[in-house]
Structure formats: structure tokens, C-alpha cells
């Protein structure tokens, strides 16, 4: 029996599902209708799995990866007639898998912050925030524009938002920024941030204390 990709992804099988993109390039669009699914586990999944995927083809086919990646940044597009609300985060993914192939995709991805409409940013800040934090240190000066962007959510009234602007700036080495502020110390707003292959429910206090301790220093690992 051919296997489920849905369970491969949501089991993070992830080999076996660069095997079956390499046998068949359908894969990538499939995963990307994963994160429509309704589990966010799984829609996060299926973002670790498409980067995964994505990378293993691009040691044959870069070009292919490239029309993906191409695909993705359309599908955030109204013209698409189905945005996809994780495309900034597979699009990081992908990037952050094979910086040696598409470095030429951290300013694209970076600058979907600054070129988003403020109406339709509310529903994709957290997510590019995510993002651009995934990418780490490869982004290096590109993402200095978007600091203040990312400062300036320290207060916003999502407490995702709050969350993800921390890791973003933590990721980045910005933590000056972040010193600036201590009442994030004491945030206890949840926040749900996928890391290595995990979605977890955090509070921003918890995450900044991890980056005050250095757990998410550009491209580290965090210890939680």
C-alpha cells in the first residue's frame, strides 16, 4: 500500500518524503496543500517536510525549487485565488535548508514584511516574523529594515505577535533591542512556536528568557 503523505508529514517522515518527491516533483504541491490542513501540527509539519523535499531535489534540479519558490511568493497574491498563509514560512524553510543554492531569496523573503499592505499583514505578521527568524544569521544587513517593524511588535496585542518578534529579533542577534523592554520578562501571553519539528505552546516570557540566556543566538538552537 502506497503511504498516506499526510501521516509521513505528520509523523515527520521526513526521508520518506524526499524519496517520494524525488520520484515524483507532485509532492511539493501537495505538501503545500498541508498547510491548509486543519491541524495546525500538521500544516507546520508540512512546511518542515516541503523544506526538506525542496532540498533534496535541488541537488538534481535546482531550477525546479526555483519555479517552487516562485510559486509560493504568487500564492500570497490575491490573483491566486487561494492564499496561502504559511508560504513566507515554507519559502524560510526552503531558503534556510540550502542558503548555497538560494541566498538570493533571503531579501524576497525579508522584504514581504515591508511590501505587504498593513490591512493584510495582521494575518501574516506573526507567521513572517516566524520566517525571517528561521532564516537567522544568512539574512544578516538584508533584514536590518525590518528591525524596527520587529520592535515595534514587542508591543503588539497578539501575543503571538509578541512571541514571534522575539525569536525573530533573538535569531537575528538583535538583543539589545530586546533589552530595551523588560516587561517581556514577565509576558505570559501564549505563544506557539514550531522548532525543530515541534509546535509548542510557550509564553513570550519563557521565549525571552531563552534568548536573554543566548538559547537563540543567530542560527543556535534554542534549549527548549
Known amino acids: 500500500m502506497k503511504p498516506d503523505l499526510r501521516d509521513l508529514v505528520a509523523h515527520r517522515r521526513l526521508d520518506a518524503v524526499t524519496e517520494m518527491a524525488a520520484t515524483s516533483r507532485r509532492v511539493l504541491g501537495r505538501l503545500v ?4 490542513d486543519a491541524d495546525p501540527a500538521v500544516a507546520w509539519a508540512a512546511v518542515e517536510a516541503m523544506g526538506a523535499a525542496a532540498a533534496g531535489i535541488a541537488d538534481s534540479d535546482p531550477d525546479f525549487v526555483r519555479h517552487h519558490l516562485r510559486r ?9 485565488g487561494g492564499i496561502c498563509w504559511y508560504a513566507p514560512q515554507a519559502m524560510a524553510e526552503i531558503v534556510a535548508r540550502r542558503p548555497d543554492l538560494f541566498a538570493d531569496y533571503i531579501p524576497i523573503v525579508v522584504n514581504l514584511v515591508l511590501e ?3 490591512e493584510d499583514l495582521e494575518h501574516f505578521r506573526a507567521g513572517m516574523l516566524w520566517a525571517v527568524g528561521r532564516l537567522g544569521a544568512p539574512a ?3 533584514a536590518a529594515d525590518i528591525v524596527p517593524g520587529a520592535v515595534e511588535a514587542l508591543g503588539h496585542p497578539d501575543p503571538q505577535v509578541r512571541g514571534m518578534a522575539v525569536w525573530c529579533l533573538g535569531r537575528l542577534g538583535r538583543t539589545a533591542e530586546l533589552d530595551a523592554h523588560p516587561e517581556l520578562q514577565h509576558d505570559g501571553g501564549p505563544c506557539t512556536l514550531f522548532q525543530d519539528g515541534e509546535l509548542r505552546t510557550l509564553t513570550v516570557a519563557r521565549i525571552a528568557q531563552a534568548v536573554r540566556e543566548g538559547g537563540t543566538a543567530p542560527g543556535g538552537e534554542a534549549p527548549f
Open 116 to 118: 505587504t499592505a498593513e
Open 140 to 142: 544578516g544587513d538584508v
Open 72 to 80: 509560493l511568493h504568487w500564492l500570497l497574491q490575491e490573483e491566486s
Open 33 to 36: 496543500s498541508l498547510t491548509y
